[in-house]
Structures are given as C-alpha cells and as structure tokens.
Nanobody, 116 residues
Framework: QVQLVESGGGLVQAGGSLRLSCAAS????????MGWFRQAPGKEREFVAA????????YYVDSVKGRFTSSRDNAKNTVYLQMNSLKPEDTAVYYC?????????WGQGTQVSVSS
C-alpha cells in the first residue's frame, strides 16, 4: 500500500512559478513510476508529466514542455513538479499518481489557480 500526499498548490499570477511536492509512504517508492495529472473544472483528468523509477526518464504533455519539470528524490520518497511561466489555462487540481504494473495509487490532489 502506498499513500500519496500532494502539497505546494496555491494562487499565483500568470508568469509565476509553483513547485508541487508529492510525498509517498512505504518502502517501495523507488520501484514506482510517478506521474502528475490535472483536472480543470468541467474537464476530464489529463496527463501532465511522468518520471521513471530512477528519475532518468521524464515525459510531458506538449502544453507544458519547456515550462514544467518533474524530478524525484527516492531517499525522501518524494516527487516534485516545478511549474514555471504558469498560464491561466494551467488552473486545475493536480494529482500525483504512483504506478507499478497494474497497481496504481492516487493522491488527493492540490489546487493550482493562475490568475491573468
């Protein structure tokens, strides 16, 4: 069992930055691929970024490439999403996900709001 707790969300002006954190419980964190998803009001949840278990590979949706960076610290059981040059369309609840094969865990989400 893995429990995920996101933090770092908030209200920021367009062009600003936020860093989200996702802290995981359990001793097997390093074996999970970690992902970030977001869900805006009235829209489906969408993929934002992912990072491999080692941190050596990262993946991003086109709309955030060059602005968002995912990293992880396996010693701290934490994954991060650095978000720069934020835009109003980035406003959403951001969720952390842990995946290993068919096993998936979700965090409770953290709100990110970007004002124009």
């Amino acid at each position: 069992q893995v429990q995920l707790v996101e933090s770092g969300g908030g209200l920021v002006q367009a062009g600003g930055s936020l860093r989200l954190s996702c802290a995981a419980s359990g001793r097997t964190f390093s074996s999970y691929c970690m992902g970030w998803f977001r869900q805006a009001p009235g829209k489906e949840r969408e993929f934002v970024a992912a990072i491999s278990w080692s941190g050596g590979n990262t993946y991003y949706v086109d709309s955030v490439k060059g602005r968002f960076t995912s990293s992880r610290d396996n010693a701290k059981n934490t994954v991060y999403l650095q978000m720069n040059s934020l835009k109003p369309e980035d406003t959403a609840v951001y969720y952390c996900r842990a995946e290993r094969g068919l096993v998936i865990y979700w965090g409770q989400g953290t709100q990110v709001s970007v004002s124009s």
